[in-house]
């Protein structure tokens, strides 16, 4: 059975390419989402084993996206990735297991991918 991705839902393209670059570099396999409405269609053809999360996007936010994914009975743990001041907040308000603020150091990324990764989940 193939390695599940890592789904990457960022509206900054510059961001959303370094983190795929740097997981890709690490053995991850990646899947992206410029917004919440693309996240929704991407988990349509994978199951990823993590979600790294941006909160403030266009068309469907982090908020929408995280509600539909918990609808859908998907247990797969979300890294809220985001520079606002309540990133710490806003992960508890949808159950969250970690947050990784912007600008974020590798080193901080991929330490929270390495814990949270679970490739069994469903």
Do not use: C
């Not at 996240?39 to 053809?45: A, K, N, P, S, T």
């Not at 929408?64 to 806003?90: M, N, Q, S, Y």
């Amino acid at each position: 059975m193939p390695e599940r991705p890592i789904l990457v839902i960022d509206d900054d393209d510059a961001i959303r390419l370094t983190v795929v670059d740097v997981l890709e570099s690490e053995g991850y396999s990646v899947a992206t989402a410029t917004n919440g409405a693309d996240g929704l269609h991407v988990l349509e053809q994978v199951h990823p084993a993590l979600v790294l999360l941006d909160m403030r996007m266009p068309i469907l936010d982090g908020w929408g996206f995280a509600k539909a994914l918990r609808e859908r009975g998907a247990k797969v743990p979300i890294v809220v990735v985001t520079a606002a001041h309540d990133a710490h907040r806003w992960a508890r308000e949808i159950d969250a297991a970690a947050v990784v603020a912007k600008p974020f150091d590798l080193a901080d990324l991929l330490d929270a991918v390495q814990r949270y990764y679970a490739p069994g989940a469903a």
